[in-house]
């Protein structure tokens, strides 16, 4: 990954970590708005599934140099998904759901280049989880 790339997600990840409660409410609020049919797979707290996702996503974003190291549990993340009946076609829900909020939140400090940094880093993410669900 280039490290353009890096630098640029863990720029706008650093504004979005003080607010990430409000952020992570407006995203699964907007996810369940727009694709009502994903809601019925959430069996458990809202605010904890949260605070879960955003330990994932700054464990991934702190390892972009270093992908391999944490494979095996975006890979076990991915086949636990499988199992919470998510599909592939749903991660591309999640990521454009995902682009929307992270855009409402920062504005302009989220520009192309950004937008861009971050659809490689989560197309990363989701082909790894799903490679670990067909296993
Ligand atoms: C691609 C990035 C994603 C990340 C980093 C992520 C992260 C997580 C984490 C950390 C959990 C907590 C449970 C566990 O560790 O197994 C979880 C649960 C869950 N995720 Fe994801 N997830 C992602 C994508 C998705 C997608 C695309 C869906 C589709 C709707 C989804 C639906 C769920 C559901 C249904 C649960 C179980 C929640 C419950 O039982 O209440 N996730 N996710």
């Known amino acids: 990954m280039h490290p353009d790339t890096v630098s640029r997600v863990r720029q706008t990840w650093a504004l979005i970590l003080p607010q ?5 409410r407006a995203f699964y609020r907007r996810l369940f708005l727009d694709h009502p049919e994903l809601r019925p797979l959430f069996k ?3 605010d904890e599934q949260a605070d879960l996702f955003v330990t ?3 464990t991934v974003i702190s390892a972009l140099e270093y992908p391999e190291r944490v494979r095996p549990l975006i890979e076990t993340l991915g086949a636990r998904h499988a199992e ?3 599909r592939p076609e749903d991660y591309l829900k999640f990521e ?3 682009l929307e909020t992270l855009y409402e939140a920062l504005g302009d400090e989220l520009d192309a280049e950004a937008q861009a ?3 490689e880093v989560f197309e990363a993410l989701s082909q790894t989880m799903q490679a670990g669900a067909v296993r």
């Open 20 to 24: 990430r409660k409000s952020v992570c």
């Open 56 to 58: 994932m996503i700054n």
């Open 44 to 46: 458990g707290e809202i």
């Open 84 to 86: 919470y009946g998510v």
């Open 117 to 119: 940094a971050w659809r």
């Open 96 to 98: 454009q759901v995902l």
